[in-house]
């Protein structure tokens, strides 16, 4: 008989399917607070039957996984209401007490019940021993044969009852046994009818576990088909032989069908753990976004918002995906944790700081209030205008302040200015007759626009209506009530000629640009801010790409972040076409 018959899997095989099918049922079960974690340790601790280690490992990481999250919450929380994150300490957790007693008393059973199978088998493996032993003396006493079959399948029966030996030994006492009981019916002398009695009805067994193997392909739970052929094989080993020219064929049967269990078995646990390798690399990528984050970018408070905003995506994002290997789990999520934790520090720590500079701003701004404030009855118009107006694009660079202060401090400060101006203004009055005189220019102007936009464009439209926007910019201020309405009047009727003529918004941008420009405007100087914009751009496009290639996402809050980076990638693209022409234009006109 083949020396491969009933060859037993190996013992880590056995139970890696076990601890897998043990977190297949764990997942499945609704648990979700510690005190249900601990009602199932004690439920468990007070079965009979011995508990099952994945379970418990899975238990033990799920009441520690909702023990982190409060503490992450309760650290949030206190470093929300401006606590020193490390001053932090982690509240007690009475619970935690009950799990470890739980959990603890499970693990004496366990190690008190392995100890015992530890022996059990030891006994059952001296027993064989022995009755291999006798069978290996039966064997070799070919004149005692007849005589002693009846002892032969007394000690058959009694291995037969015999189960649980060392994993290491199961092979090789197999052997052994088959080697001896073979050599023993090849020697006994029964009558041929007796033989082929007893060959037959180990046949017919052996073809019903033949059958019975078959039928496990088509078992939907792969887990339970793997374990079902075990037992199987187990009634294989125990069944005696059949007729010489038989036992190949019967073999080579069970064999086949054993192969087919165990293949899906296999391909179950790689299709497992291809997806947990998918997921772990999914996860890998979102630690390199946070990793990644540039810090020193971050200035503003909505570059942190955006930033806050991207990273809550994120985390939003792991939680929809699966485990990942299990040696490789914790620690990718360690990491992850570690760099959103690292974000949000140094986000308290940058707040921490804008706080003291806060005040600081808060004092300079004070000291341009009593600037402002003594210049407020001068009339110097010129002089103290320009100084006002330093100041005001001075204070627009002071940095923020405290928000109980931003609104007095800019009322008090856009008061005296306005004071100064109006009375400026009330001293220039005879200076409205000539804005009135450049108000009845612009509305010519846009009468002649309307007309143009009334009696259709033709090929000359466009440098008619560019010589007119020229002659437009060239007008002066008009009445300051008036200025918003004529200008409305003004961008609506060249919008829509703009449209008859069918220019894009980038092109009457560049219009636009190239009637401002004239010989008094500092060419290069102009140039050299737009190849500056130009790679600023560039820049920010390829940062735009490479976060985009990184964040591929399955939730809804992930895909609006890469529908928004696509638009401003987009937009960015069509500017830069638009500061191309600009620069070609200025390159021009220092050619002429």
Excluded at 516 to 541: H, Q
Aim: glycine share 2%.
């Amino acid at each position: 008989m083949d020396s491969n018959v009933n060859r037993p899997l190996t013992e880590a095989v056995v139970q890696e399917a076990a601890e897998v099918a043990a977190v297949a049922e764990v997942t499945a079960t609704p648990i979700q607070s510690k005190e249900e974690v601990i009602a199932r340790l004690q439920e468990i601790n007070q079965q009979e039957t011995p508990a099952d280690k994945a379970e418990l490992d899975s238990l033990k990481q799920l009441f520690y996984r909702l023990r982190n999250a409060e503490v992450e919450a309760a650290r949030k929380a206190y470093e929300e209401n401006g606590g020193n994150p490390e001053a932090f300490v982690s509240p007690k957790d009475e619970l935690e007490a009950q799990f470890k007693e739980s959990m603890g008393s499970i693990k004496e059973k366990l190690n008190a019940l392995k100890a015992e199978e530890e022996q059990e088998k030891q006994d059952n493996l001296e027993k064989k021993l022995a009755i291999i032993e006798r069978m290996k003396e039966l064997a070799e006493s070919p004149e005692d044969a007849n005589k002693a079959y009846n002892e032969f399948k007394k000690l058959q029966a009694e291995w037969n009852e015999i189960k649980n030996i060392p994993a290491t030994k199961v092979n090789e006492l197999w052997k052994s046994y088959q080697l001896y009981s073979e050599k023993f019916y090849d020697l006994i002398k029964l009558n041929n009818e007796f033989r082929e009695y007893d060959f037959k009805k180990n046949q017919s067994i052996k073809i019903a576990l033949c059958e019975a193997a078959e039928k496990l392909a088509e078992e939907e739970d792969v887990i339970s088909a793997f374990h079902q052929l075990q037992k199987l094989h187990q009634e294989f080993r125990e069944t005696g032989p059949v007729a010489k020219e038989q036992r190949e064929e019967i073999w080579n049967r069970f064999k086949a069908a054993s192969t087919i269990v165990n293949r899906r078995h296999q391909q179950h646990f790689e299709a497992i753990k291809e997806k947990e390798q998918r997921n772990l690399d999914e996860k890998i990528v979102i630690c390199e976004i946070v990793e990644g984050m540039e810090y020193d970018k971050m200035v503003t408070f909505q570059d942190w918002h955006d930033k806050t905003e991207e990273i809550l995506a994120l985390q939003a994002k792991w939680k929809t995906i699966g485990f990942a290997p299990q040696k490789m789990n914790t620690k990718v999520f360690e990491r992850f944790r570690a760099a959103c934790d690292d974000f949000f520090k140094r986000k308290a720590e940058h707040f921490k700081n804008l706080k003291g500079s806060m005040n600081d701003n808060l004092e300079k701004k004070k000291q341009m209030c009593e600037k402002a404030e003594a210049l407020k009855d001068s009339t110097d118009w010129k002089a103290t205008a320009d100084i006002l107006t330093k100041l005001q694009k001075e204070w627009k660079e002071v940095g923020p302040v405290a928000k109980k202060y931003s609104e007095p401090i800019w009322k008090r400060f856009v008061t005296a200015c306005d004071y100064f101006f109006e009375q400026k203004n009330k001293a220039e009055a005879s200076s409205r007759n000539v804005e009135q005189e450049n108000l009845e220019k612009k509305k010519a102007i846009i009468e002649k626009l309307n007309t143009i936009n009334q009696e259709g464009t033709s090929d000359k439209s466009g440098n008619i209506v560019r010589e007119l926007m020229k002659e437009w910019n060239g007008i002066g201020h008009v009445p300051f009530k008036e200025k918003d309405k004529i200008y409305k009047q003004y961008r609506t009727v060249v919008d829509a000629l703009f449209d008859k003529m069918n220019l894009s918004a980038s092109k009457k941008k560049l219009s636009n640009f190239k009637s401002n420009i004239s010989k008094e405007t500092n060419l290069y100087r102009e140039r050299e801010k737009l190849v500056r914009a130009y790679d600023n751009m560039k820049n920010e496009i390829k940062t735009y790409e490479n976060n985009i290639g990184f964040l591929t996402s399955s939730s809804k809050k992930g895909n609006n972040l890469v529908s928004e980076m696509n638009r401003k990638i987009e937009k960015l693209k069509a500017d830069l076409e638009l500061i191309t022409q600009k620069i070609a234009v200025i390159d021009e006109s220092i050619k002429e």
